[in-house]
């Protein structure tokens, strides 16, 4: 496989229709053993979407509807990302775990594009854990010298949340963008921790854009929240994106 190959690996997985905790756990061992295996190799760009569908428990018992990512699988995957020059790791990774992984060695000497989800980012969870997930992402950026976007978002039926660095190019300030369905206000240590990371790699500081998405309530699944986040970094492929968007709407006419 040559460097600059494009390697998509999209996960389904299916124990999310059994509720099977015994297959959850075979499973993630099943994917940790993958993902290690891509920690050596010559691979450059690497894509991982998990499906779910927040409507199955609707009529299937005992069912979850979304399962909860793993800090063994976050950390593989961690790991694999030091000579990656693109990462994308949606649902099946937490940027929480995945950056409380980084050991402070780690370089990431070629990568120039980093997007992963956080359940963090929800209207219910701790600003404190946002907080330290976003200034832990900014010490991990400062040890990416060719990074130009890195995305952290999250989306599932009336939620839609993202943050995003973007290195600007032809010299000018950095962007650093809060996008999403409820109001949230950067703190002032995560403001100056990605400055930091700005005046490294730009030599410059950064312009902060806001942007509340008043969409809340035509968000049914993760695929409109997609859609709707306008993500710089590819996720998932667009057929795969329609054809969720797609099933998510046929099952809402089933149950509505």
């Not at 060695?105 to 120039?112: D, F, K, Y």
Request: include cysteine; hydrophobic fraction near 45%; charged fraction near 20%.
């Amino acid at each position: 496989m040559s460097a600059s190959a494009l390697v998509r690996c999209y996960v389904f997985f299916w124990s999310v229709l059994t509720g099977d905790y015994l297959l959850i756990l075979v499973i993630n061992v099943v994917h940790r053993s993958l993902l290690e295996s891509l920690a050596p190799s010559k691979l450059r760009r690497l894509v991982l979407f998990e499906n779910f569908n927040q409507r199955y428990p609707l009529s299937i018992p005992d069912c979850e509807p979304i399962r909860i990512p793993t800090s063994s699988v976050s950390q593989v995957v961690a790991n694999a990302s030091l000579k990656l020059e693109h990462l994308s790791a949606s649902f099946m990774v937490d940027a929480s775990y995945f950056f409380h992984a980084c050991e402070r060695s780690w370089r990431w000497p070629n990568l120039t594009s980093l997007a992963l989800t956080s359940q963090l980012l929800a209207p219910n969870e701790s600003q404190i854990e946002i907080d330290n997930m976003l200034q832990a992402a900014a010490s991990a950026a400062m040890k990416m010298p060719n990074l130009e976007t890195m995305e952290i978002w999250n989306g599932r039926e009336g939620l839609a949340m993202l943050f995003r660095y973007q290195s600007i190019g032809g010299g000018g300030l950095a962007a650093i963008t809060w996008r999403g369905t409820w109001e949230f206000a950067l703190q002032l240590p995560v403001i100056r921790a990605w400055e930091a990371v700005a005046l490294k790699h730009r030599g410059q500081g950064s312009v902060i854009i806001k942007e509340f998405l008043d969409v809340s309530s035509v968000i049914r699944s993760h695929a409109d929240a997609i859609h709707h986040l306008k993500l710089s970094i590819p996720v998932i492929r667009p057929i795969s994106l329609r054809q969720i968007r797609m099933e998510n709407r046929i099952w809402e006419g089933v149950y509505t």
